[in-house]
């Protein structure tokens, strides 16, 4: 089955710390991006990868970073830059003709 | 930046109803995409329409778009409990390819 598989579901972030949330995906799309919600909010675009080696910030992306080495891979680090990092962290790869298809999320919790 | 703006906030209607969701938006897009996201989770497509059309159709889902208002609505027919969800449209902005999300709309459907 084609999709794209985030991880972990949940994860405790110490203040301070950094932490890498992962996102995979096997449908061979070339884009793919981060976006945050909060409660009760639209996504917010962090960062977006339209090819491997290649990425651009969105619109909140101060305090983040990523990397794309592989097309099947954008892994976003959450640094200790980040102040308030607390939110549910959706990733998603883009079809042009059909749309993006989504990951089931990362919520991240401050502790 | 929030491109689309929906309206209701929140809807409650009954099974076997229709519930209808409408999006504004400010600036001229390539295309305008609507999905769903149940509690939790990551988001769904539904349906993606072209500045050059004026409506699409899924199953019980119709879009209609008219770009002279700037205006999108999203029609489910005939609900169902399993419609219980949040409703988001997304914007593609001309010439750019990354999606602007709104705030959405809480559907409630009781059986």
């Known amino acids: 089955d084609g999709g794209i598989t985030q991880s972990p579901k949940y994860l405790f972030r110490k203040e301070g710390q950094n932490v890498t949330l992962s996102c995979e995906q096997n449908?061979?799309?070339?884009?793919m991006y981060w976006y945050r919600q909060d409660p009760g909010q639209g996504l917010r675009l962090i960062y977006y990868?339209?090819?491997?080696?290649?990425?651009q910030k969105g619109d909140i992306a101060e305090g983040y970073s990523v990397s794309r080495e592989k097309k099947e891979s954008f892994p976003l680090t959450v640094t200790s830059a980040q102040k308030n990092p607390t939110a549910f962290y959706l990733c998603?790869?883009?079809?042009?003709?059909?749309?993006?298809?989504f990951g089931s999320g990362t919520r991240l919790t401050v502790v | 930046s929030q491109q689309g703006e929906e309206d209701p906030q929140a809807l409650s209607i009954q099974e076997g109803e229709n519930a209808t969701m409408n999006c504004s938006y400010k600036?001229?897009?390539?295309?305008l995409q609507w999905y769903r996201q149940n509690s939790g989770r990551g988001l769904v497509h539904l349906i993606l329409?072209?500045?050059?059309?004026r409506e699409k159709h899924s199953g019980r889902l119709r879009v209609t778009l008219d770009t002279s208002k700037k205006s999108s609505s999203l029609l489910i027919t005939a609900s169902r409990a399993a419609d219980t969800a949040s409703y988001f449209c997304?914007?593609?902005?001309?010439?750019?390819?990354?999606?602007?999300f709104g705030k959405g709309t809480m559907l409630l459907v009781s059986p």
């Open positions: 998603a790869s883009e079809d042009r003709n059909y749309g993006y298809t």
């Open positions: 449908l061979n799309h070339d884009a």
């Open positions: 990868s339209q090819i491997v080696n290649d990425f």
């Open positions: 600036t001229s897009i390539n295309n």
């Open positions: 329409i072209r500045s050059n059309e």
């Open positions: 997304a914007t593609v902005e001309g010439g750019y390819s990354t999606l602007t």
